[in-house]
Protein backbone atom coordinates (compact mmCIF):
# COMPACT_ATOMS: atom_id res chain seq x y z
CA UNK A 1 0.00 0.00 0.00
CA UNK A 2 1.15 3.64 -0.76
CA UNK A 3 1.92 5.41 2.07
CA UNK A 4 0.89 8.83 1.72
CA UNK A 5 2.59 10.80 3.95
CA UNK A 6 5.80 9.45 2.26
CA UNK A 7 4.46 10.19 -0.99
CA UNK A 8 3.39 13.98 0.37
CA UNK A 9 7.18 14.13 2.05
CA UNK A 10 9.52 13.54 -0.87
CA UNK A 11 7.40 15.67 -3.28
CA UNK A 12 8.42 18.45 -1.05
CA UNK A 13 11.75 18.01 -1.41
CA UNK A 14 11.44 16.85 -5.41
CA UNK A 15 9.92 20.32 -5.83
CA UNK A 16 12.43 21.95 -4.11
CA UNK A 17 15.18 19.64 -5.43
CA UNK A 18 13.94 21.10 -9.51
CA UNK A 19 13.22 24.70 -8.76
CA UNK A 20 15.20 26.51 -5.77
CA UNK A 21 17.35 23.91 -4.77
CA UNK A 22 19.00 23.69 -8.04
CA UNK A 23 20.46 26.84 -7.28
CA UNK A 24 21.10 26.97 -3.54
CA UNK A 25 23.02 23.61 -3.54
CA UNK A 26 25.24 25.87 -5.87
CA UNK A 27 25.41 28.43 -3.36
CA UNK A 28 25.89 26.44 -0.65
CA UNK A 29 28.91 25.32 -1.48
CA UNK A 30 30.19 29.06 -0.73
CA UNK A 31 30.84 30.77 2.50
CA UNK A 32 28.66 34.14 2.58
CA UNK A 33 31.42 36.54 2.61
CA UNK A 34 33.26 34.63 -0.85
CA UNK A 35 29.53 34.26 -2.04
CA UNK A 36 29.15 38.24 -1.88
CA UNK A 37 32.37 38.78 -3.00
CA UNK A 38 31.97 37.22 -6.37
CA UNK A 39 29.17 38.21 -6.86
CA UNK A 40 29.98 41.85 -6.22
CA UNK A 41 32.98 41.12 -8.83
CA UNK A 42 30.39 39.89 -11.43
CA UNK A 43 28.50 43.14 -10.76
CA UNK A 44 31.82 45.30 -11.34
CA UNK A 45 32.46 43.59 -14.52
CA UNK A 46 29.20 44.07 -15.87
CA UNK A 47 28.71 47.91 -14.82
CA UNK A 48 31.99 48.47 -16.66
CA UNK A 49 31.27 46.90 -20.03
CA UNK A 50 27.82 48.63 -19.43
CA UNK A 51 29.36 52.02 -18.70
CA UNK A 52 31.50 51.36 -21.53
CA UNK A 53 29.37 50.88 -24.11
CA UNK A 54 27.02 53.75 -22.89
CA UNK A 55 30.60 55.96 -23.23
CA UNK A 56 31.46 54.38 -26.74
CA UNK A 57 27.72 55.74 -28.19
CA UNK A 58 28.49 58.95 -26.58
CA UNK A 59 31.69 59.32 -28.10
CA UNK A 60 30.38 58.71 -31.77
CA UNK A 61 28.45 62.05 -31.05
CA UNK A 62 31.40 63.51 -31.19
CA UNK A 63 33.23 61.75 -33.55
CA UNK A 64 33.14 64.07 -36.85
CA UNK A 65 34.42 67.04 -33.93
CA UNK A 66 37.13 64.99 -33.60
CA UNK A 67 37.70 63.83 -36.99
CA UNK A 68 37.40 67.70 -38.05
CA UNK A 69 39.01 69.52 -34.99
CA UNK A 70 41.90 66.79 -33.87
CA UNK A 71 42.61 66.59 -30.48
CA UNK A 72 41.18 70.75 -30.44
CA UNK A 73 38.38 69.07 -28.84
CA UNK A 74 37.89 69.98 -25.29
CA UNK A 75 38.21 65.93 -24.01
CA UNK A 76 38.72 67.05 -20.29
CA UNK A 77 35.06 68.55 -20.96
CA UNK A 78 33.32 65.23 -22.40
CA UNK A 79 35.13 62.95 -20.50
CA UNK A 80 35.30 64.41 -16.69
CA UNK A 81 31.37 64.07 -16.36
CA UNK A 82 31.77 60.50 -17.78
CA UNK A 83 34.03 59.40 -15.31
CA UNK A 84 32.19 60.92 -12.55
CA UNK A 85 29.33 58.96 -13.44
CA UNK A 86 30.90 56.02 -13.94
CA UNK A 87 32.25 56.32 -9.95
CA UNK A 88 28.82 57.65 -8.48
CA UNK A 89 27.06 54.03 -10.87
CA UNK A 90 29.46 52.10 -9.86
CA UNK A 91 29.39 52.71 -5.95
CA UNK A 92 25.65 52.45 -6.04
CA UNK A 93 25.81 49.22 -7.74
CA UNK A 94 28.42 48.04 -5.48
CA UNK A 95 26.21 48.79 -2.30
CA UNK A 96 22.85 47.65 -3.96
CA UNK A 97 25.10 44.58 -4.97
CA UNK A 98 25.99 43.54 -1.33
CA UNK A 99 23.00 43.86 -0.06
CA UNK A 100 20.89 41.78 -2.62
CA UNK A 101 23.82 39.06 -2.37
CA UNK A 102 23.71 39.02 1.14
CA UNK A 103 20.08 38.92 1.40
CA UNK A 104 19.80 36.07 -1.55
CA UNK A 105 22.68 33.86 1.05
CA UNK A 106 20.34 34.34 4.33
CA UNK A 107 17.61 33.08 2.52
CA UNK A 108 19.48 30.23 0.59
CA UNK A 109 20.21 29.20 4.21
CA UNK A 110 16.45 29.54 5.58
CA UNK A 111 15.70 27.58 2.85
CA UNK A 112 18.48 24.95 2.75
CA UNK A 113 17.69 24.62 6.61
CA UNK A 114 13.92 23.79 6.24
CA UNK A 115 14.59 21.40 3.12
CA UNK A 116 17.07 19.53 5.35
CA UNK A 117 14.47 19.21 8.24
CA UNK A 118 12.48 17.74 5.49
CA UNK A 119 14.61 15.00 4.76
CA UNK A 120 15.19 14.44 8.11
CA UNK A 121 11.63 13.57 8.96
CA UNK A 122 11.54 11.61 5.72
CA UNK A 123 14.32 9.79 7.18
CA UNK A 124 12.68 9.35 10.59
CA UNK A 125 9.35 7.97 8.76
CA UNK A 126 10.82 5.47 6.42
CA UNK A 127 12.82 4.27 9.97
CA UNK A 128 9.62 4.38 11.87
CA UNK A 129 7.80 2.32 8.86
CA UNK A 130 10.40 -0.42 8.79
CA UNK A 131 10.98 -1.42 12.54
CA UNK A 132 6.78 -1.65 12.36
Same mark, same amino acid.
Given at each position: ?? $??????????????? $??????????? @????? #??? &?? !???? +??IA? +????????? /? %?? /? =? %? %????????? $???? @?????????????????????? =?????? =??? !???? =??????? &??? &?????????? !? #?
Open positions: MI $DAKKVRMMTKLAVYE $DGPGKEDLKIH @GYEEG #NYV &NI !QMIK +TIV +TVGYGLIIF /L %YC /L =R %Y %YSDVASKGF $DVPF @GEIFLPCAVGYVIVLILSIIYS =RRLYRE =RFR !QMEI =RLKEYEE &NLE &NLSEHMTEKK !Q #N
